[in-house]
């Protein structure tokens, strides 16, 4: 029996989406919740897990190709087609375990703004073997998830901070025996596999959002795999009577009858997240004021170039480029739109530093475009592309987070109609965009149907006036409604 894996449905403001990575190839096994490949929108990058067990068969979109929601993209054979098990591909091992020379595992030095971090996953346990560049833990600040890789293929050796701990730069994690050979274990198929083998990447951070660890869930899929299913029976399983504490705490869970309730500690960046919001909230005097655009002339001429346009460019024509470009435009005539208060100063900013919106696994971050009055749309889309992607995988640095003098948010992806966004401090203003719907319209007299689009402005009524505020986006108005002037610089 062959399935069918399809382009996710895109939401109604996103036309069409770009094969972002293949995660596997045409003969390849995979296993059911396994993610096979990552499609690419505006904003978003979204995952495309496998249905069931079995083998690729086809690819028939590669990497880079242009793909509409619902599209057929591969092929997969349900069935159990044989591999060599992982016994008969290693080298066989000694019964006892070799040293060598022990390595430190250090904390990467922090950023100066950065005092501290947290020890976020440990990928490895002491005894497992680790090869030169593999990842071997993560340890996450306040916005960024910096990855401590191997320096030498070996053994590892004592952990001295788990999970959860708090920890400085430059501070030891642990140790790495370097040359060290792993002892070859008498256990079972189920023993020996490690918790990366037994979860997708999507099963892992489920489980990580329901405080659970593959010690906690039992595996109902094949080869003691772990699937969706199984976290949420284990994560709405009622708590036992505790027999013996665990050497890792679960999550605390009150007790309600026969309703529950768990208690999870808050990330850093859902810390930093609460922290600023409440923060631009009341230290700022918050207005929002709204509009509409008509997206019809944009979505025409995207229409009409987008195939040129990603032929010349090797890059997509989305929405984004555009937003940016208006919004650019409308701060060289608003300076006041683009500056900040610091203290009893006014700061008036000469460059156009945009910060992007992007929804990751961890929570909503804000990465930084430079210079967006220096690069063509070809250069926007590039540009936002790259922080996306980078979002998604944890990539991002501090430097790539910091700045930014205007902020825009596209809420209409996940199909939002209409927000208030909230500011994000320093900066002065929000701009949010919506979704992307028809609705009747009245035009010289008559009604038509038009895909309409909600604009909101959040601004600081301290620093910006109504009437600029107003004029700031009457003009990004503008700009969408007749693309040319963008051209023209009118």
Known sequence: MTTEIKVPVLPESVAD????????????????DQVLVDIETDKVVLEVPATSDGVITDISQAEGATVLGDQVIAILSEGDAEVSSPASTAPAASTTASSGEALDILVPVLPESVADATVATWHVATGDAVARDQVIVEIETDKVVLEVPATADGVMGEILHAEGDTVLGQQKLGTLNAGGSAAAPVASEEEATSSDDLASPSVRRLMTEKGLTAANVKGSGKGGRITKEDV??????????????AATPAPAVQELGERTQKRVPMTRLRKTIATRLLEAKNSTAMLTTFNEVNMKPIMDLRKQYKD????????RLGFMSFYVKAVTEALKRYPAVNASIDGDDIVYHNFFDISIAVSTPRGLV???????DQLGMAGIENGIRALAI???????????????????????VFGSLLSTPILNLPQAAILGMHKIQDRPMAVDGKVEVLPMMYLALSYDHRLIDGKESVG??????????????????I
């Open 232 to 245: 949420e029976a284990a994560a709405n399983k009622p708590a036992a009577a505790p027999v013996a504490k």
């Open 390 to 412: 980078k979002g998604r995988d944890g990539k991002l640095s501090m430097a790539e987070m910091q700045g930014g003098n205007f902020t825009i948010t596209n809420g209409g």
């Open 366 to 372: 804000t990465p930084v475009l430079r210079d967006a």
């Open 17 to 32: 989406a770009t094969i972002a990575t293949w995660h596997v190839q045409v003969g390849d096994k995979v296993s059911r």
């Open 472 to 489: 700031f986006l009457v003009t990004i108005k503008e700009l969408l409604e007749d693309p040319t002037r963008l051209l023209l610089d």
């Open 308 to 315: 040129l346009f990603e032929k010349t460019h090797d890059t």
